[in-house]
């Protein structure tokens, strides 16, 4: 067995409520506009075409309850998400047993450095420096499928400083769990430690240092993250 050359990175490990064991992740895949009101207020046409992902690094899921506002952007969104853990996966897997590879469901933001991604869309550029910078993907704690059953509506809400910003119901994505897991899977190799963010309903907008949001998912409860 050969060693590793420099000190082996960490497995990120996020909390499971109500458990002393961690999720570990593997990879994390983001769905963008899923939400037809959101897609509206981004300019797009909310038709169902077919959906689009990009991605996050592990290391920029962050439990810690706190969002540092990162360099080089003026105006850092939230986006509030349900997040999807599964604990395994494969490729080709169809739309009837794409449920049985969740282990569960967390709170999550898909925070947005929003002029870069915009300055990037307008030339055509991948999304990564708006998207998957340090620390830009604050999640609550793992509630597991087995305490929550499947997540397939709900409300979601999103408070800044308890005022309501965003407001939505899962039952509104236009592509639903299901469809995003077996969709990835012919795309990609899915397998346990994945992560999904679910996309964001309509009333994304710009935060502060200060301000305190709080996430919302029924069936999962609350979690405030503060930006510093
Ligand atoms: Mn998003």
Known sequence: MNKFAIPSPPVVGLPIAGSDEIFPVRRVYCIGR?????????????????????QKNPNNLD??????????????????????????????????????????????LDMTRRDLQGAQKKMGRPWEIGKAFERSAPVGPI?????????????VSLKVNGETRQEGNLNQMI????????????????????VIQSGTPAGVGPVERG??????VEGLGSATVRVT
């Open 34 to 54: 899923n939400y037809a009101a959101h897609a509206i207020e981004m300019g797009h046409d909310p038709d169902r075409e077919p959906p689009f992902f990009f």
């Open 143 to 155: 509630h597991r499928l087995s305490e929550t059953g499947l997540l397939n509506e709900g409300a």
């Open 63 to 108: 439990p810690s309850g706190e969002f540092p506002y990162p360099p080089h952007s003026s105006d850092v969104h939230h986006e509030m998400e349900m997040a999807v853990m599964l604990k395994s996966g494969g490729t080709n897997i169809p739309l009837d047993q794409a449920e049985s590879h969740i282990f569960g469901y967390a709170l999550s």
């Open 211 to 216: 301000d305190s949001m709080e996430m919302f």
């Open 175 to 194: 592509w639903k769990v299901p469809e995003m897991i077996s969709y990835l899977s012919e795309y990609f190799e899915l397998a346990a430690g994945d």
